[in-house]
């Protein structure tokens, strides 16, 4: 695409809320960025699948439009889901604070996990509060809506429950921890600070989770997919379901190339790029 092309091409926010089911009101207040968030979540899946074809999928908004609201059958991780709705806030008239998250969950020393995902902050027009959205997290423990950047306070967002909280941090600024609860416990999921990044900084970034041999994004499928009853989650050759009401947690393996082809199809509403092996 041409540099003309990547500056002009303009963001259409009524193609995006028509890809997500959004029908509600487009005022930028609290009531729209939660249902805006939310229907985001339910619409586009999360998936690695051009990480794992050995690429790093464009940033650009105008190639994100093409193969997150147009494409319909496709979805992408973090850096493409809050570029694409970052640019979905800011046609709204919501200012919007790009961040870059360590992910620790698992972690002993936050500080051994690398800056590698990206979140947003969020500031509406007459509220003092600002709240972290976030809908390219793709893990169980993600944030279903956004929440008040208030520490130690629990949030009930969509049926999930989580909490900010302060840590320990060598630098000027304040770390913040999101933590979800699972097992009725909290466990931390990223930690962060209010330090805006560009895009430039998320097109390294972008490049190194997707291209690096080391990376698990390039080595195996990670696919999820949101519904109002259940959260699919295809890792690698295995499927696993959590349902929302109680907790319930099934898992299955998928048995060949064939299979996963049609599961990601039929259940995460994606259907694979051809030549691409998934189960390796």
Known sequence: MSDSARTTTPFSLDAYFERIGWEGARQPDAATLRGVHLAHLRAVPFENLDALGGRAPSLDLADLTAKLVHGRRRGGYCYEHNTLFAAALEALGVRVTRLTARVVVGADRF??????????????????????????????????????????????????????????????????????????????????????????DYEVINWHIATNPRSPFARRPYVQRLTPGAHLLLDGDRVTVTRTDDGTVTERKLSDEAQARRVLAEEFGIDAPEGLTLLR
């Not at 979800?180 to 990044?197: K, N, S, V, W």
Request: charged share 20%; proline share 12%; net charge negative.
């Open 111 to 200: 500080e051994d996990r690398p800056r590698t995902h990206m979140a947003l902050l969020a500031e509406l027009p007459g509220d003092p509060q600002p709240y972290l959205a976030d809908v390219g997290f793709g893990a169980v423990g993600s944030l279903l809506e956004p929440v008040p950047l208030l520490a130690d306070t629990e949030f009930h967002d969509a049926g999930r429950r989580h909490r900010l909280v302060h840590a320990p941090g060598r630098g000027p600024l304040e770390t913040w921890v999101l933590q979800a609860y699972t097992a009725g416990r909290p466990q931390a999921q990223y930690a962060f600070t209010l330090e805006p990044f560009e895009p430039s």
